[in-house]
């Protein structure tokens, strides 16, 4: 994304939110490794990339456009609170794939996402990320979805004005 906006010659802001602590999956060993993670490349990746490195390894790998990137080094929902209500124009959720940080997520990003915004998130696979969805769509109305049909399936969330012109909600 960075690279793109460098290349358009546009002034956006583009603020990228982690803890950079990792997840249960950078705490196992090589063995579990071996065991649980299914491709070559991704048991590669995971042997090198260690939670004590995730930030180092992130500037690292941002380093031809780190003028772009402003690393925000907080929880997802603190963080949100440094953003004005309906100011964020593309919020892009990464996060825990557990049902509550995946609905605590959207209670705090969605009110920071202007009217014409796109929200989408990664991981539509994981049954954590299915439930944080349909929690915040039940609690809060209408939750239109558009998905990829990759491996890790993406989902953006479609505006209820635009309802119709992207399909219908899959939840």
Not at 2 to 21: E, L, P, Q, R
Not at 96 to 111: E, I, T, V
Request: hydrophobic fraction near 35%; charged fraction near 30%; proline fraction near 3%.
């Amino acid at each position: 994304m960075a690279t793109n906006i460098h290349n358009s010659g546009k002034k956006i802001k583009f603020d990228c939110v982690d803890t950079w602590k990792g997840s249960w999956e950078h705490n196992l060993s090589d063995e579990e490794i071996d065991t649980h993670m299914g491709t070559e490349s991704l048991r590669w990746i995971m042997k090198n990339l260690k939670k004590k490195n995730l930030f180092k390894q992130f500037t690292k790998n941002i380093e031809p456009v780190k003028h772009i990137i402003n690393p925000v080094k907080m929880e997802s929902v603190k963080a949100a609170r440094l953003y004005k209500d309906k100011s964020i124009d593309f919020i892009m959720i990464d996060g825990a794939h557990d049902g509550d940080n995946m609905y605590q997520d959207l209670k705090a990003w969605m009110p920071k996402l202007k009217k014409t915004g796109v929200m989408a998130g990664d991981d539509f696979q994981e049954k954590g990320v299915r439930e944080g969805i349909k929690r915040y769509a039940n609690e809060e109305g209408d939750f239109g979805m558009a998905f990829s049909s990759n491996l890790c399936p993406a989902w953006i969330r479609v505006d209820k004005t635009m309802k119709g012109k992207w399909g219908t909600p899959l939840l």
